[in-house]
């Protein structure tokens, strides 16, 4: 938007439209969602850190008064995989794992990644606890833990736990399954490379003074992991959505860069498609996906919505 915007001036722009996305990082979401009940304007974003959702989601009663929907998480993960996880979900179902990443095709460095979108919410992934669901209730567990093996494509990837990813579904479904959790999708050995930085206090937020001059070592991994791993490469987003119960029920995504990133595109197209739903919807208040997006489309029409954009998302159902 090339406009010069302010505290006071924002309002005054979202009362323009019957929707707004919010694609900045995560800390400013919470403050936002407040101003658009100023603009009595519908509110999505792509959520990311569960502390300030859950802020959003305190909004609700206020969100009714002003007839709006405030809908936090509407991009790929936390987002996309979270609807689908909505979707894949029955009453006979007992466990849902969702695993996601984004990477590029071809990977340079030890760490065997590049920048797909902020660094500041990669860093907060690796960093937060993560709220999962294990024998029907809710637990904490420390990121990048929980090391796998996981194939797409027969090609041979590693996945561990970090934040943000299950956002809201702990809560929504703690009584309702017996395990739930999310991990992101790397190359082999970036899981310890991080945990080696972590280690050395590099995503530390406490200013430390080197040579005369204060700095925040969060703030100098930020700026290394950009400038460091912004490389040319096109990249790819690997999405599974597994749930568990008489059946085994699959949703894969494995999408490549187009005429837009994939991360932009799996990003992007549903958090449109989440605001569209919102706006016509009569079903007003500040929800999760989770929740929300089951009772204004079906899974058919859904995954028919994202197709349109050339987000193919396969669905398979096995016995167990």
Do not use: W
Not at 111 to 131: C, T
Not at 286 to 315: C, F, G, H, N, S
């Amino acid at each position: 938007y090339n406009e010069n915007i302010t505290k006071d001036s924002i309002i005054d722009i979202m009362k323009r439209y019957d929707c707004v996305i919010s694609a900045v990082t995560y800390k400013f979401n919470y403050e936002l969602a407040k101003k658009a009940l100023k603009a009595k304007t519908n509110f999505c974003d792509l959520g990311g850190n569960d502390t300030i959702v859950d802020k959003e989601l305190s909004l609700h009663e206020e969100a009714k008064k002003q007839e709006i929907t405030i809908l936090p998480d509407c991009g790929l993960a936390p987002g996309l995989a979270d609807v689908l996880a909505a979707f894949a979900y029955s009453e006979n179902c007992r466990e849902i794992r969702m695993r996601v990443g984004g990477l590029p095709q071809t990977p340079q460095g030890a760490l065997k990644y590049k920048i797909v979108f902020s660094p500041e919410g990669l860093i907060n992934e690796y960093v937060e606890k993560v709220r999962i669901i294990k024998n029907s209730k809710i637990e904490y567990v420390d990121p990048l833990t929980g090391l796998e093996d996981i194939k797409f494509e027969n090609k041979l990837y590693e996945a561990f736990y970090t934040s943000g990813g299950t956002s809201t579904l702990p809560k929504t479904f703690e009584s309702k399954l017996d395990y739930l959790d999310y991990k992101t999708v790397r190359f082999p050995g970036h899981c310890n490379l991080i945990k080696l930085l972590l280690e050395l206090g590099f995503a530390d937020k406490e200013e430390i003074e080197i040579d005369g001059k204060l700095i925040a070592p969060r703030e100098m991994l930020v700026y290394l992991l950009s400038k460091n791993l912004s490389y040319e490469s096109k990249d790819m987003v690997l999405l599974r959505v597994t749930a568990e119960g008489e059946r085994r029920k699959i949703f894969e995504l494995i999408d490549y860069e187009k005429e837009f990133t994939a991360m932009a595109r799996t990003t992007a197209y549903p958090a449109a498609l989440s605001s569209i739903l919102i706006t016509e919807s009569e079903i007003k208040g500040a929800m999760p996906q989770e929740v929300l997006i089951p009772k204004l489309i079906t899974e058919k029409r859904y995954l028919k919505k994202l197709e349109k954009k050339d987000i193919i998302i396969k669905k398979k159902i096995e016995k167990i």
